[in-house]
């Protein structure tokens, strides 16, 4: 009889265990769930870093383009007043041309193609995250525990 008590007990408390565990994997997200929210976490990720990117090179293009127009109103102010029998006149008037000239190429040149670039990541990534993620009703503290650990893969 004792034998059969504890073998009984054993039974049950493995019962127990088995329906315990159970369970806790009914609570677990299944795991297409968790590999979603992991995307969607990443591509969040992505989105701060790219619109932080995208922002740095549009802001360049501005800066250039904002210097371009400040020699642009520094040549038409000076323009009136350049004396041509004056080779010192002429030559600051030409000076401030050459700096116009050099501005209008950094405007033109590869800092419009990289702010172009970057706006059209940003893009796209903002495209697919609202395909992918937005307005899809995640667990939030399952988003919160994999955002502690979040591993996402480096951006293309």
Partial sequence: MKGSIGVRAGVVAGALLLAGAGAAKAQMPPPSEAAAVNACLCLQQGL??????MNAKTQALAAIRQHLADLDNQLS??????QVNNP??????????DQRDAAYKQSTGPVVAQADQAV????????????????????AAMM??????????PLQ
């Fill in 48 to 53: 701060a870093a790219l619109s932080s990117d």
């Fill in 77 to 82: 102010q000076a323009r009136p007043t350049v």
């Fill in 88 to 97: 010192d006149s002429v030559a600051r008037y030409k000076a401030l041309l």
């Fill in 120 to 139: 059209a990541r940003y893009n796209a990534h903002v495209n697919q995250y609202n395909q992918s993620c937005a307005n899809h009703p995640f667990d």
């Fill in 144 to 153: 919160a525990e994999m955002q502690a650990h979040l591993s996402c893969p």
